[in-house]
């Protein structure tokens, strides 16, 4: 089974907009943490926004904010007033524990937003 | 803020080589790093999962024997695509998480990634 899901293949949003990205998860781990990465097109991960499993509140960054619903088990990225630097491939992130007391991170497919100017 | 330095950028190698990529942490103690693949247009594959002193947990269906990972001393971690064939070309990419709080906000830091094409 996807331990992460992203449903939007690509997105569009206009240049001062606000966009939504879709991410649903899938853990038996009681605490896990979930990561937004962007990826532009040199390839390079850059680190957005993380949300614990036991905080009480959704994260912000800036611009980033992220829609944690715990129950429906999802974690969307919402950002505000979208830049034409934005545009890039954005990808959501769980880590869990597994079995052997380690930690891994899993990503989901991603999803490629273009700011429209 | 944490850096991790991941070389070579680009390598380029003929089929049946072996060729090594490095990850460092720079500023920070990497307790734990993280192998990934990525194929054009697709998500990041985690390979497997070092932790310094110990050997690196594969994830199935990656074979250990042929992506060598090292992982010996808190800053530096490697791996080796042995006897490498076109069908490994892909980019690969480490991450590295430090140790100390246990938050995991900003500790788990990216290198730029390696772009390994074989002929």
């Known amino acids: 089974a996807q331990k992460i899901t992203q449903t939007q293949p690509g997105m569009f949003v206009q240049e001062k907009e606000a966009v939504t990205l879709d991410c649903t998860y899938d853990t038996s781990d009681p605490s896990y943490g979930l990561f937004w990465y962007k990826q532009p097109s040199s390839g390079e991960m850059i680190f957005l926004i993380y949300?614990?499993?036991?905080?009480?509140q959704n994260a912000t960054e800036g611009r980033y904010s992220l829609n944690f619903q715990k129950a429906r088990k999802s974690a969307n990225l919402v950002i505000s007033a979208s830049q034409l630097g934005d545009s890039a491939m954005y990808f959501c992130a769980m880590r869990e524990g597994v079995s052997g007391g380690y930690q891994k991170v899993t990503f989901g497919i991603g999803t490629k937003l273009q700011v429209i100017p | 803020g944490a850096v991790v330095s991941q070389h070579p950028s680009w390598v380029i190698c003929k089929s049946g080589t072996s060729v090594k990529i490095e990850c460092r942490s720079l500023d920070f103690q990497a307790t734990t790093m993280f192998w990934y693949r990525q194929f054009p247009k697709q998500s990041l594959m985690l390979m497997a999962t070092?932790?310094?002193?110990?050997?690196?947990?594969?994830e199935q269906g990656v074979e250990k024997d042929k992506f060598l990972i090292n992982h010996a001393s808190l800053t530096l971690s490697t791996l080796t695509v042995t006897s490498a064939h076109p069908e490994d070309s892909s980019f690969y990419i480490c991450?590295?998480?430090?140790?100390?709080?246990?938050?995991?906000?900003?500790?788990?830091?990216f290198g730029a990634g390696s772009r390994l094409t074989v002929l």
């Open positions: 949300q614990g499993s036991y905080d009480q």
């Open positions: 070092s932790n310094e002193g110990s050997k690196a947990t594969y």
């Open positions: 991450s590295a998480r430090g140790s100390g709080p246990l938050s995991w906000a900003n500790v788990l830091t």
